[in-house]
């Protein structure tokens, strides 16, 4: 191949000696010579040095093979993270368009793991008005009225700026909150004068002293907001539990590290844990402050499950302390994120239908659910996956990259990069543009209401009139080719109060025994 590319070259040179047409041949086929003799000689990359322009056509379809794969090879069922079907709802969703599909389902209704509501041969009226609960115990001062279906934590410096606008901006349309993500509260969050939930992660980002430790005043300063309606204390997030979050370098701007406090131009790494606390009792306690330094607004805490022994021991010191927060967010492992390890993406922390089920169970067995709201994250982009969530124990929901979707998201898996070519996850002017907030707002509201219409004619097809009649035994489950369960047949109710009796079911024994108020 190099042999071919000298015999061009020479050819082209004698022929611009003898004609000077042929000079510009000249000028095109240098470049390409160079880049050949480059790449035989470098010692990186094999393919590039053997056969250096197959290499390079490798290298393209490398760089943008999740693109390709996208666009062109995958079917409409077996994307990755989502199928092209669920993103395609969305899109339907956030553009208003028409909302039916032809020909019947593409999914193989009888793979194990297809799942299905239950619908009534007497459907339900449709629920009227907007679907909502209330959120605060009785130490909350100033409880909130939330929507069932908000925008999930996503931090300024992950997202862009325009990003950060429309989905508060879609907020306010729609009466419905964004999560500020741990990253803290910058002017595009308050732009458009949508509901905030403030969440507070382990960088204490926005609220850090000189030491990079938590800041009553500055905490205080943030909160009192009138658009902050909850805060959030971010204990894991589902992507990279037990891991700190990762804000890439070239994403670290001048404006994000002064919001953040950090360094310009470096990597900024979250601590895996908080330095305000390390025990369940402290946790509570931390819950208790923040209470009091945000003026009775509610507190929640977010985590993705572990170690099932350390919920209980979180359960065990609200009952010892008295201390309740006002929610509790769980993320499964499922859950996204612009940057995590391999490790921790792929083979850390449990899915949503494991843990969802069993934080239920266990503020049911410890006779505290009653008081406290649980909200639930992870590939919520249809009515089905609310639905699902609901059915296992959820209150209200979070959505995040159903909501990028809205936004224009094509999953090209380039949030780490700063590349993102629909200005959602970028910091690149020249891409950011390209996100019309007047425009995306919209989107983000449509999605909003158009899927919590789903969730009422779901409803109106299983015969419930509320969100309350939502249960286990709503959805079904194929667990072979022969064998349908209830989700109720798979993660079983408990009765109210039995783990603070000598009643705890077996299954529960071995973490209740684990389990300490005073450490993880």
Same mark, same amino acid.
């Given at each position: 191949?190099?042999?071919?590319?000298?015999?061009?070259?020479?050819?082209?040179?004698?022929?611009?000696?003898?004609?000077?047409?042929?000079?510009?041949?000249?000028?095109?086929?240098?470049?390409?010579?160079?880049?050949?003799?480059?790449?035989?000689?470098?010692?990186?990359?094999?393919?590039?040095?053997?056969?250096?322009?197959?290499?390079?056509?490798?290298?393209?379809?490398?760089?943008?093979?999740?693109? &390709?794969? $996208?666009?062109?090879?995958?079917?409409?069922?077996?994307?990755?993270?989502?199928?092209? #079907? /669920?993103? @395609? +709802?969305?899109?339907?969703?956030?553009?208003?368009?028409?909302?039916?599909?032809?020909?019947?389902?593409?999914?193989?209704?009888?793979?194990?793991?297809?799942?299905?509501?239950?619908?009534?041969?007497?459907?339900?009226?449709?629920?009227?008005?907007?679907?909502?609960?209330?959120?605060?115990?009785?130490?909350?001062?100033?409880?909130?009225?939330?929507?069932?279906?908000?925008?999930?934590?996503?931090?300024?410096?992950?997202?862009?700026?325009?990003?950060?606008?429309?989905?508060?901006?879609?907020?306010?349309?729609?009466?419905?909150?964004?999560?500020?993500?741990?990253?803290?509260?910058?002017?595009?969050?308050?732009?458009?004068?949508?509901?905030?939930?403030?969440?507070?992660?382990?960088?204490?980002?926005?609220?850090?002293?000189?030491?990079?430790? &938590?800041? $009553?005043?500055?905490?205080?300063?943030?909160?009192?907001?009138?658009?902050?309606?909850? #805060? /959030?204390? @971010? +204990?894991?997030?589902?992507?990279?539990?037990?891991?700190?979050?990762?804000?890439?370098?070239?994403?670290?701007?001048?404006?994000?590290?002064?919001?953040?406090?950090?360094?310009?131009?470096?990597?900024?790494?979250?601590?895996?844990?908080?330095?305000?606390?390390?025990?369940?009792?402290?946790?509570?306690?931390?819950?208790?402050?923040?209470?009091?330094?945000?003026?009775?607004?509610?507190?929640?805490?977010?985590?993705?499950?572990?170690?099932?022994?350390?919920?209980?021991?979180?359960?065990?010191?609200?009952?010892?302390?008295?201390?309740?927060?006002?929610?509790?967010?769980?993320?499964?492992?499922?859950?996204?994120?612009?940057?995590?390890?391999?490790?921790?993406?792929?083979?850390?922390?449990?899915?949503?239908?494991?843990?969802?089920?069993f934080i239920y169970n266990a503020l049911v067995g410890f006779d505290l659910k009653k008081d406290i709201k649980i909200f639930a994250c992870g590939r919520v982009v249809s009515g089905?996956?609310?639905?699902?969530?609901?059915?296992?124990?959820?209150?209200?929901?979070?959505?995040?990259?159903?909501?990028?979707?809205?936004?224009?998201?094509?999953?090209?898996?380039?949030?780490?990069?700063?590349?993102?070519?629909?200005?959602?996850?970028?910091?690149?002017?020249?891409?950011?543009?390209?996100?019309?907030?007047?425009?995306?707002?919209?989107?983000?509201?449509?999605?909003?209401?158009?899927?919590?219409?789903?969730?009422?004619?779901?409803?109106s097809a299983a015969g419930l009139t509320s969100l309350e009649s939502i249960n286990r035994s709503l959805i079904a489950r194929r667990t072979d080719q022969h064998t349908v369960k209830?989700?109720?047949?798979?993660?079983?109710?408990?009765?109210?109060?039995?783990?603070?009796?000598?009643?705890?079911?077996?299954?529960?024994?071995?973490?209740?025994?684990?389990?300490?108020?005073?450490?993880?």
């Amino acid at each position: 191949m190099v042999l071919i590319a000298l015999i061009l070259f020479l050819g082209n040179l004698f022929l611009g000696i003898l004609d000077a047409d042929y000079f510009w041949w000249l000028i095109l086929t240098l470049p390409f010579l160079g880049i050949i003799l480059y790449d035989i000689s470098q010692k990186k990359n094999n393919v590039l040095r053997n056969l250096p322009i197959v290499g390079h056509i490798k290298q393209l379809l490398v760089n943008n093979r999740d693109l &390709f794969q $996208d666009w062109v090879l995958e079917n409409n069922r077996d994307g990755r993270p989502f199928s092209w #079907i /669920e993103r @395609k +709802i969305v899109y339907i969703r956030a553009n208003n368009e028409e909302q039916t599909a032809p020909f019947g389902t593409q999914y193989n209704v009888y793979a194990p793991g297809f799942e299905w509501v239950q619908h009534s041969v007497a459907p339900a009226a449709q629920i009227e008005g907007d679907l909502r609960i209330m959120v605060g115990g009785q130490d909350c001062l100033q409880p909130y009225s939330s929507s069932i279906l908000n925008v999930s934590a996503m931090s300024y410096g992950s997202i862009s700026k325009n990003a950060t606008m429309a989905l508060n901006g879609g907020a306010k349309l729609g009466n419905f909150a964004s999560n500020t993500g741990e990253g803290g509260l910058a002017e595009y969050h308050l732009k458009y004068g949508g509901d905030l939930i403030f969440q507070l992660g382990t960088g204490y980002f926005g609220c850090r002293n000189v030491n990079g430790g &938590f800041s $009553d005043e500055k905490f205080t300063s943030a909160t009192k907001n009138p658009a902050v309606k909850m #805060i /959030e204390i @971010k +204990i894991s997030q589902g992507a990279k539990p037990g891991y700190g979050a990762i804000l890439p370098a070239k994403k670290v701007t001048k404006e994000i590290a002064d919001i953040r406090e950090i360094q310009e131009g470096v990597i900024c790494i979250s601590p895996g844990g908080h330095s305000e606390f390390n025990t369940p009792v402290g946790l509570l306690q931390f819950v208790k402050k923040l209470r009091v330094l945000s003026g009775g607004k509610p507190i929640g805490f977010k985590l993705c499950l572990g170690k099932r022994s350390d919920f209980i021991a979180i359960c065990k010191a609200m009952v010892k302390t008295g201390i309740k927060p006002d929610f509790i967010t769980v993320d499964g492992k499922e859950g996204g994120t612009g940057a995590a390890h391999f490790e921790s993406m792929n083979w850390v922390g449990m899915p949503i239908d494991d843990s969802l089920p069993f934080i239920y169970n266990a503020l049911v067995g410890f006779d505290l659910k009653k008081d406290i709201k649980i909200f639930a994250c992870g590939r919520v982009v249809s009515g089905f996956h609310f639905m699902k969530l609901l059915a296992l124990g959820a209150d209200a929901c979070y959505s995040a990259r159903g909501m990028m979707f809205a936004l224009g998201c094509v999953q090209a898996l380039q949030c780490n990069e700063d590349t993102c070519p629909t200005g959602v996850t970028t910091m690149n002017e020249s891409l950011v543009k390209g996100l019309v907030v007047e425009d995306k707002k919209v989107r983000v509201k449509n999605f909003h209401e158009n899927t919590i219409i789903s969730v009422k004619d779901m409803l109106s097809a299983a015969g419930l009139t509320s969100l309350e009649s939502i249960n286990r035994s709503l959805i079904a489950r194929r667990t072979d080719q022969h064998t349908v369960k209830t989700l109720n047949e798979l993660y079983p109710y408990i009765s109210a109060g039995c783990l603070l009796r000598n009643s705890v079911p077996e299954v529960y024994k071995l973490d209740m025994e684990k389990a300490n108020p005073e450490s993880f």
